[in-house]
């Protein structure tokens, strides 16, 4: 890393967000301005946990609030970007939740979102590391699923 380059530590939380009608798991994506489909999250403020921020920034981004969180999920990402000239570590954690709605308002912040299969939400995550929460979901879910 250049001396001059300066490190920054990020932390935000956020979300899967699936909705399940007639045996058919949907799953939530929003397209940034950027152009990147992701999941939705945002930054920890401070005195929040990461599962108010979870439930915070899904409220913001999706107008969602009748969630059911599901215990036993807790996933973390990490990732690097640059901004200007500073080097940028991100975690990100990540709950489940299945919404028991379809509406969606989304906030300045997206510019579209869309319902996805399992298949097609792995299609359209930009990131490889968001498929790899959504692959951890969809296990996760059927799992619970035949055990109860
Ligand atoms: P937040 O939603 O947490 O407030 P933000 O919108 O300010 O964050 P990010 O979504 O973290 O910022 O995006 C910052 C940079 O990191 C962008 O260049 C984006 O392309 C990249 N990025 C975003 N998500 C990921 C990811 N899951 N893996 C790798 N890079 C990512």
Redesign the pocket.
């Known amino acids: 890393m250049a001396s001059n380059t300066k490190r920054i530590e ?1 932390r ?1 939380a ?1 979300a899967i967000v699936f909705y399940e009608e007639g045996g058919v798991r949907e799953y939530l994506l929003l397209k ?1 301005h ?1 152009g ?1 489909w ?1 999941l939705p ?3 920890i403020e401070r005195g929040e946990v990461p599962l108010e921020t979870a439930k915070r ?1 899904v409220f913001e981004e999706t107008g969602i609030k009748e969630l059911r969180f599901y215990n036993g999920f807790i996933k973390k ?1 990490e ?5 200007k000239n500073s080097l ?1 570590h ?1 975690e ?1 954690i990540f709950f489940l939740a299945e919404s028991f709605t379809r509406k969606v308002i989304i906030s300045d ?1 997206h510019k579209g979102y869309a319902w996805l299969t399992y298949n097609e939400a792995l299609e359209l995550a ?5 498929k790899r929460l959504i692959k951890e979901a969809e296990s996760f879910i059927k799992k619970y699923e035949r055990e109860k």
Do not use: A, C
Not at 126 to 130: C, E, G, P, S
């Open positions: 990020e935000s956020g940034h950027r990147h992701d999250k945002g930054n920034e990402i990732y690097f970007y640059r901004r940028v991100k990100v912040e930009t990131f490889k590391n968001t």
